[in-house]
């Protein structure tokens, strides 16, 4: 009743594997982007801004459809990377952590922004007239000073990306093994006669990464003020 | 060592400034207002002039009409700051070492010990900024500039921010740079006494203009 079946481990670890993959991936994207709106003025700035925050507020069916349109085996992008880099994302659990990725997005970068808004920018030209050149600015004063938010928003992403599901069974489906994370695990199970204790255990599961992904993220953005303190 | 001669509009105030000076410190003296803390940054190269020019010991840093404008990083100044900006996540060991690392200069140890030691602070070496009382930062501050070996030192105010107690404590600190660790100084100031004892020719900032030019005589 309480152990956990080898289909539900199939499904767990796959749900990390493209959580994991999909944070790591995202986090460059999300520190340069969050750099970008944080640090300099541009024309369509708000525009930019808008576009990030969409998937969290657009149905996420909508975002998996033009995900499906984009990235599927035909569509522009999809069918140039599977053609030319042999790079497939329909029905594989790659295109899983695309669309975990691109959901994720908005939360991994507003922690990571509001961590270099908060960085007192006399600092950086302090550390400017002391002969580095911008991006060693970049590196050595103001990328450490954000850790703890960057690490931060690398765990409510990880933890939304893990949680997430419409997007991904529009866009590959739920193909056990392949593309059946937990989410779509449980979508499964509730709708079968006697899922019932299996979809339970994998809420349970659910719930304890959840939690534990944002008692982590509170973690990191004390760490952050104190970093900042100077202590 | 400085020539100076800029136009700068800052919304309503506009800065006008032009001296030259080969002194061993230069006192910016004027009120609060009156454009000092911009000029300095654009001696820094932190802001950058509308029109005119700046020439650091021969280099010409700024020249709007020949379209020049030598990046702060490349200026090779250190810039002492009233607030001392010391970088919270490094100890002040790493905080000293940040300029040399920076400009890839090799390690000087007769230099480094001579600045640790007339600025007093080799027992502060494994502490975190947040933990240094104000003069003890700014002693900090000073020393970090330093180690980047400049070849000019600004210093904004660098006693601003310090109760009359602890000013009297960094003085004479000032006065041994300014007798040994031959780096040219440009030194802002509203404050007479302080300026008297330490400036060698003084450049009077009133409202963003310079009203006068000279020993430390005009300050009377």
């Keep these: ?231 | 060592m400085l020539r100076v001669d800029i136009e700068k509009q800052l919304g309503d105030f506009s800065l006008h400034a032009s001296f030259s000076s080969e002194g061993r410190v230069i006192g910016l003296f004027g009120a609060s207002g009156a454009g000092k803390t911009s000029l300095v940054n654009m001696i820094a190269g932190l802001l950058r002039p509308d029109r005119g020019t700046i020439v650091i010991d021969g280099e010409t840093v700024d020249d709007t009409a020949a379209g020049i404008h030598v990046p702060t990083y490349r200026r090779r100044i250190g810039y002492v700051f009233q607030d001392a900006r010391l970088f919270p996540h490094l100890s002040v060991a790493q905080n000293l070492d940040y300029g040399r690392r920076m400009n890839g200069l090799a390690f000087d140890p007769a230099q480094h010990k001579r600045i640790i030691d007339l600025l007093d602070i080799g027992a502060l070496q494994d502490r975190r900024p947040g933990k240094l009382s104000g003069g003890e930062r700014q002693r900090v501050a000073l020393g970090r500039a330093l180690l980047s070996k400049p070849r000019l030192l600004l210093l904004d105010e660098p006693l601003g921010a310090l109760d009359e107690g602890r000013k009297l404590e960094i003085l004479p600190y000032l006065v041994r740079l300014r007798d040994e660790a031959n780096v040219p100084m440009v030194y802002v100031s509203h404050d007479v006494a302080e300026l008297r004892q330490l400036a060698t020719q003084i450049v009077m900032l009133k409202q963003g203009r310079v009203t006068s030019l000279g020993g430390v005589k005009v300050l009377a």
């Design chain 1, 1 to 231: 009743m309480t152990e956990i079946s080898p289909a539900e481990w199939t499904a767990i670890l796959l749900s990390l594997r493209v959580a994991i993959i999909a944070t790591l991936v995202a986090t460059p994207f999300g520190i340069a982007l969050a750099w970008l709106l944080a640090r300099r003025d541009f024309w369509g700035k708000s525009l930019l801004d808008a576009l990030v925050h969409l998937p969290l507020v657009l149905p996420p069916v909508v975002t998996g459809y033009l995900l499906l349109l984009t990235f599927g085996r035909r569509g522009l992008v999809g069918g140039f990377l599977a053609d030319h880099l042999g790079i497939v994302f329909s029905f594989r659990w790659t295109g899983a952590a695309l669309a975990c990725g691109v959901m994720s997005f908005p939360l991994l970068v507003r922690p990571m922004r509001l961590s270099i808004e908060a960085i007192d920018r006399r600092l950086e030209q302090a550390a400017e007239t002391l002969g580095a050149a911008p991006w060693k600015v970049f590196l050595t004063v103001t990328l450490p000073l954000a850790l703890p938010g960057v690490l931060a928003g690398m765990v409510l992403g990880f933890a939304k990306a893990i949680g997430e599901f419409g997007a991904t069974i529009t866009f590959v489906s739920n193909i056990p093994g392949e593309t059946q994370t937990i989410s779509s695990a449980i979508y499964s199970l509730i709708q079968t006669p006697d899922g019932d204790a299996a979809a339970g255990r994998l809420v349970i599961v659910s719930i304890v990464l959840a939690l534990g992904a944002l008692i982590a993220a509170e973690w990191f953005a004390r760490r952050a003020t104190q970093r900042l303190h100077g202590n």
